[in-house]
């Protein structure tokens, strides 16, 4: 199935885009490289819909944090997500304070192509046993919306 055509740029396309523009075309490159989608899915998955590189690292255990993030960061350059931080006076002791979400734009192109249904990635997170510190983890508090 050929996913959908972007919206057009005004200018016959979207190859080129300004900065801070949302290339749809390399959105889908960038999210379907197999390694990146895991990370989706469970970004998607994660009860918040906003996972710490912790809780990606237990998610994806083939995967260092190191990888993780530079994944993340392939995916921010091109608006797939977005990183959120607490405020610093807001954070909390040994806990993470970035925290990780999908864009509009992203939840837009995915849900017009048939890409990491919610519902779907919520029950197979849900279904992932957890460590106590990845419990606690994902029942912190995020960043106001």
Request: glycine fraction near 6%; aromatic fraction near 8%; charge should be negative.
């Amino acid at each position: 199935m050929k996913p959908e055509t972007p919206p057009s740029d005004g200018a016959g396309g979207t190859s080129g885009a300004s900065p801070g523009s949302f290339d749809a075309w390399l959105a889908l490159q960038k999210a379907t490289d197999e390694k990146r989608a895991d990370i989706l899915a469970d970004v998607v998955g994660h009860p918040s819909g906003m996972p710490t590189v912790e809780e990606l690292d237990y998610m994806n255990p083939p995967l260092s944090e190191d990888a993780i993030r530079r994944h993340l960061h392939a995916l921010l350059d091109v608006g797939v997500v977005r990183e959120r931080e607490i405020e610093p006076g807001r954070r909390l002791r040994d806990f993470p304070y970035k925290f990780y979400e999908l864009t509009e734009d992203a939840r837009d192109l995915f849900d017009r192509n048939g890409l990491f249904p919610e519902a779907a990635w919520k029950r197979q997170y849900r279904s992932v046993e957890k460590t106590e510190r990845i419990r606690e983890v994902e029942s912190m508090p995020r960043p106001d919306a």
